[in-house]
């Protein structure tokens, strides 16, 4: 495979996570981007697998021992740099106690490399410490396991009782998605309200709310987790000029994805722009949208496989949904009724 007729290396990831803490390792001084801090893992041999060469990298590289049901699948980056292009298939590996007991003291891998713990927030803070392709995982690993979503506006009795409801029932630190589906002038004083009173929230932000200058304070301040894109806004982004040109890319990007052809644009749109993870519902039925069908686990799993970006499964979920969603491919999970 070739990018802008460069040979690709396809290269095997392991995000390795205890609670707040990632296992990197420090490339050589004498190999490609020396010096840099990188998430463990190598080069995929051409009879194997993502999964089979992570197993094999992992126990080459720190002796441990990874086994397929460990493995969650982040996505796929594909990057130039000036001498090669490479293409990461990366995935995401919770640790227990026991192993990180037994990895916390290690200052050197078995190929006498040095490896330690980071905190996840220092990683996600410095940026220019690893290897320029590294920057999206980054990215991808500053979404949490649940995006809370409100009710509609038109579900409470006036914008007082749903800003109060929010106020009181949101969750500390909690990310948070308000599709008020309202007039836009309405919706964004309601959310300016919301993050004045709770500071400690992120929200995900429509995109047809975003106003630059509206929400600066609130960008400044890191209230704004990310734009949301909806499925058609998706589908237009690279010939709506409008959409193209006016989205901040300093800001992370959500969107929506309903089949495998929207999964397939999202793939398009996240090469050059920040598109971090994309919501794919309905997995369940759902009282938002009684006219939808549900994909089910198995055809939810089946969409997730086409993902470049981590998938945010939507519809009918709980929170102790979480496990079986990462069991098909998702990353996150997201809900209105069931999260708060």
Request: charge should be positive; aromatic fraction near 8%; proline fraction near 5%.
């Given at each position: 495979m070739t990018i802008n007729g460069k040979?690709?290396?396809?290269?095997?990831?392991?995000?390795?996570?205890?609670g707040e803490q990632l296992l990197l390792a420090t490339r050589k001084s004498g190999q490609h981007q020396g010096g840099k801090l990188e998430f463990i893992g190598g080069k995929i041999e051409p009879n194997e697998?993502?999964?089979?060469?992570?197993?094999?990298?992992?126990?080459?590289?720190?002796?441990?021992?990874?086994?397929?049901?460990?493995?969650?699948?982040?996505?796929?980056?594909?990057?130039?740099?000036?001498e090669l292009s490479v293409c990461l298939h990366v995935f995401y590996i919770n640790l227990d106690k026991n192993l990180y007991k037994k990895y916390r003291h290690c200052v050197l891998g078995k190929e006498n490399q040095p490896i330690g713990f980071y905190k996840k927030s220092w990683a996600i803070a410095n940026l220019d410490k690893f290897p320029s392709a590294n920057g999206r995982i980054l990215q991808w690993l500053s979404l949490p396991d649940a995006i809370i979503i409100s009710l509609s506006l038109s579900d409470f009795v006036n914008e007082q009782q749903w800003l109060l409801f929010y106020c009181e029932k949101l969750p500390k630190n909690a990310l948070f998605y308000p599709r008020l589906q309202?007039?836009?002038?309405?919706?964004?004083?309601?959310?300016?309200?919301?993050?004045?009173?709770?500071?400690?929230?992120?929200?995900?932000?429509?995109?047809?709310?975003?106003?630059?200058?509206?929400?600066?304070?609130?960008?400044?301040?890191?209230?704004?987790?990310?734009?949301?894109?909806?499925q058609n806004q998706l589908m237009n982004f690279l010939s709506d000029k409008t959409l193209s040109t006016n989205l901040p890319t300093n800001l992370p990007w959500l969107a929506s994805c309903h089949d495998l052809d929207s999964i397939e644009k999202a793939n398009e749109?996240?090469?050059?722009?920040?598109?971090?993870?994309?919501?794919?519902?309905?997995?369940?039925?759902?009282?938002t949208h009684l006219e939808s069908q549900a994909l089910g686990l198995s055809a939810f799993g089946e969409l997730t496989k086409y993902a470049d970006m981590p998938v945010i499964a939507l519809g009918g979920l709980k929170m102790n949904d979480l496990p079986r969603i990462r069991q098909h491919g998702g990353f996150c999970i997201s809900g209105i009724r069931n999260f708060i």
């Amino acid at each position: 495979m070739t990018i802008n007729g460069k040979k690709t290396v396809q290269v095997a990831i392991a995000v390795l996570v205890f609670g707040e803490q990632l296992l990197l390792a420090t490339r050589k001084s004498g190999q490609h981007q020396g010096g840099k801090l990188e998430f463990i893992g190598g080069k995929i041999e051409p009879n194997e697998t993502p999964v089979q060469a992570l197993m094999r990298e992992v126990s080459e590289e720190i002796g441990l021992e990874l086994t397929k049901n460990s493995m969650i699948k982040l996505g796929r980056i594909y990057h130039d740099y000036p001498e090669l292009s490479v293409c990461l298939h990366v995935f995401y590996i919770n640790l227990d106690k026991n192993l990180y007991k037994k990895y916390r003291h290690c200052v050197l891998g078995k190929e006498n490399q040095p490896i330690g713990f980071y905190k996840k927030s220092w990683a996600i803070a410095n940026l220019d410490k690893f290897p320029s392709a590294n920057g999206r995982i980054l990215q991808w690993l500053s979404l949490p396991d649940a995006i809370i979503i409100s009710l509609s506006l038109s579900d409470f009795v006036n914008e007082q009782q749903w800003l109060l409801f929010y106020c009181e029932k949101l969750p500390k630190n909690a990310l948070f998605y308000p599709r008020l589906q309202a007039d836009n002038k309405k919706a964004i004083k309601i959310v300016q309200n919301l993050l004045k009173i709770r500071s400690d929230l992120r929200v995900v932000l429509p995109i047809e709310l975003y106003k630059n200058k509206i929400f600066e304070k609130q960008c400044q301040k890191k209230q704004i987790f990310a734009l949301k894109l909806n499925q058609n806004q998706l589908m237009n982004f690279l010939s709506d000029k409008t959409l193209s040109t006016n989205l901040p890319t300093n800001l992370p990007w959500l969107a929506s994805c309903h089949d495998l052809d929207s999964i397939e644009k999202a793939n398009e749109v996240a090469k050059n722009y920040p598109l971090i993870g994309i919501f794919v519902s309905p997995v369940k039925p759902t009282q938002t949208h009684l006219e939808s069908q549900a994909l089910g686990l198995s055809a939810f799993g089946e969409l997730t496989k086409y993902a470049d970006m981590p998938v945010i499964a939507l519809g009918g979920l709980k929170m102790n949904d979480l496990p079986r969603i990462r069991q098909h491919g998702g990353f996150c999970i997201s809900g209105i009724r069931n999260f708060i």
